[in-house]
């Protein structure tokens, strides 16, 4: 069993506004995520929030939503929300970033593919030659992600154990896309 966690908790202070809710195709950029989650190959699928808007439109999914009332402690309080509600008999976390418009269902089952076959991998996707997300950590890794402190996402246990690491060349850079700040946003539109 694969758990996919959307990481949509943050506070988007590169942005100046929640930029999860800034439109892309016709809906808001974190339903854009949502909406490729849910069409995937995920057995279950959290989303780990602290804005109400944000977690309002996982209804739409099968998504289950965890309130994270410490984003301000950084990502490391998103991570750990979503492994503690993720089921006991989750064998991967894929952590998939809220910001990321074009991460499409395609995408997100050639990594579950790459998983199935190095299942105790940390599997992360490579987009034109640098690693992205979503990234999956075999859940023996748990503990390890259930350390983390402060600002600081999977990165950090990546650091840990780099002989654990598998990557796969995606196949278009584009899926690899985040929106961090008002001119990554600009640059997507005219794209």
């Given at each position: 069993?694969?758990?996919?966690?959307?990481?949509?908790?943050?506070?988007?202070?590169?942005?100046?506004?929640?930029?999860?809710?800034?439109?892309v195709a016709g809906m808001p950029?974190?339903?854009?995520?949502?909406?490729?989650?849910?069409?995937?190959?995920?057995?279950?699928?959290?989303?780990?929030?602290?804005?109400?808007?944000?977690?309002?439109?996982?209804?739409?999914?099968?998504?289950?939503?965890?309130?994270?009332?410490?984003?301000?402690?950084?990502?490391?309080?998103?991570?750990?929300?979503?492994?503690?509600?993720?089921?006991?008999?989750?064998?991967?976390?894929?952590?998939?970033?809220?910001?990321?418009?074009?991460?499409?269902?395609?995408?997100?089952?050639?990594?579950?593919?790459?998983?199935?076959?190095?299942?105790?991998?940390?599997?992360?996707?490579?987009?034109?030659?640098?690693?992205?997300?979503?990234?999956?950590?075999?859940?023996?890794?748990?503990?390890?992600?259930?350390?983390?402190?402060?600002d600081t996402g999977g990165r950090?246990?990546?650091?840990?154990?780099?002989?654990?690491?598998?990557?796969?060349?995606?196949?278009?850079?584009?899926?690899?896309?985040?929106?961090?700040?008002?001119?990554?946003?600009?640059?997507?539109?005219?794209?």
């Amino acid at each position: 069993m694969i758990t996919g966690i959307i990481l949509a908790s943050g506070l988007s202070r590169r942005m100046g506004s929640d930029k999860l809710l800034l439109p892309v195709a016709g809906m808001p950029l974190v339903e854009c995520v949502m909406q490729a989650a849910d069409a995937s190959q995920l057995d279950d699928i959290i989303l780990a929030y602290q804005n109400l808007a944000v977690c309002e439109l996982a209804g739409k999914y099968r998504i289950r939503t965890v309130h994270n009332p410490d984003a301000a402690q950084g990502q490391s309080a998103s991570v750990k929300a979503g492994v503690q509600a993720a089921a006991a008999d989750t064998q991967a976390y894929m952590f998939l970033t809220g910001d990321q418009p074009r991460i499409d269902a395609a995408a997100i089952n050639l990594l579950i593919n790459a998983w199935r076959t190095h299942k105790e991998n940390i599997i992360i996707p490579v987009f034109g030659g640098r690693r992205g997300s979503p990234v999956v950590f075999p859940a023996l890794l748990r503990d390890k992600l259930l350390d983390l402190e402060g600002d600081t996402g999977g990165r950090a246990v990546i650091e840990q154990f780099p002989g654990m690491v598998f990557t796969i060349d995606m196949p278009s850079t584009d899926t690899g896309l985040d929106i961090d700040t008002p001119e990554d946003y600009e640059a997507m539109a005219k794209s």
